[in-house]
């Protein structure tokens, strides 16, 4: 349970975890569960440079797509009340992930191995998996983000083998309390 100084009645959740973790499925269905508004920050990045991640990626590389997430993940946290999905990798950044931490609700949503990379392995939309062993480069990516996201989480749900409504359902006892409703 959180202290009163993070209650979800006042701060953003923010939804971090490596691709295919169900940030985006898991937080609309949790922004309407608690009547907030849902906001992806991959989406907003891509509407602000006018083009994909993997576009953007391609043209400017990684390190102003970094940039970029930054700049749009302090927009986001300082509107208000709302379910942010973050993209994975929004960890790497040690002002993220105290952005994260001190000013919103933050939950990892923690997957295996095995189930992202059954959801992934047909994805050809995620530039950081466009290698020749994409398997092997997801391992690499959970190994070098889990501490990140669990350094920066006040939460951590386990998604592997549950419903996506468990899911909500524990994140909303986590942020709200014991027999509250939100």
Same mark, same amino acid.
């Given at each position: 349970?959180? !202290?009163?100084?993070? =209650?979800?009645?006042v701060?953003?959740?923010s939804? @971090? !975890?490596?691709?295919?973790? /169900? ?11 608690l ?6 920050? %991959? ?7 006018g083009?994909?991640?993997?576009? *953007?990626?391609? &043209?400017? /590389?990684?390190?102003?797509? &970094? ?12 509107? /208000? ?7 994975? /990798? ?6 993220n992930?105290n952005?994260?931490? =001190?000013? =919103?609700?933050s ?7 095995? *189930? ?5 392995? &047909?994805?050809r ?7 020749? %062993?994409?398997e ?8 070098? &983000? ?8 006040? @939460?951590? +749900? ?6 996506? %409504?468990? +899911?909500?359902?524990? @994140?909303?006892?986590? @942020? =709200?309390?014991? !027999?509250?409703?939100?």
């Amino acid at each position: 349970m959180l !202290g009163p100084e993070l =209650t979800a009645s006042v701060l953003p959740c923010s939804l @971090i !975890g490596l691709p295919g973790c /169900g940030k985006s499925s898991i937080g609309k269905a949790l922004a309407q569960r608690l009547s907030w508004p849902f906001v992806d920050s %991959d989406k907003v990045i891509e509407e602000r440079a006018g083009c994909t991640i993997a576009a *953007l990626f391609a &043209r400017e /590389g990684e390190a102003e797509f &970094r940039r970029r997430e930054a700049e749009v993940l302090a927009s986001l946290v300082g509107a /208000g009340r709302a379910v942010i999905a973050t993209g994975g /990798g929004a960890v790497l950044r040690g002002d993220n992930r105290n952005l994260l931490r =001190t000013h =919103t609700v933050s939950v990892y949503l923690h997957a295996p191995h095995e *189930l992202l990379w059954k959801r992934l392995r &047909r994805d050809r939309r995620r530039p950081l998996l466009q290698v020749a %062993d994409p398997e092997a480069r997801l391992r690499e990516l959970s190994a070098a &983000r889990d501490p990140l996201y669990r350094e920066t989480a006040h @939460i951590v +749900v386990e998604v592997d083998g549950r419903a996506p %409504d468990a +899911v909500i359902e524990d @994140i909303v006892h986590h @942020i =709200t309390g014991p !027999g509250q409703r939100s």
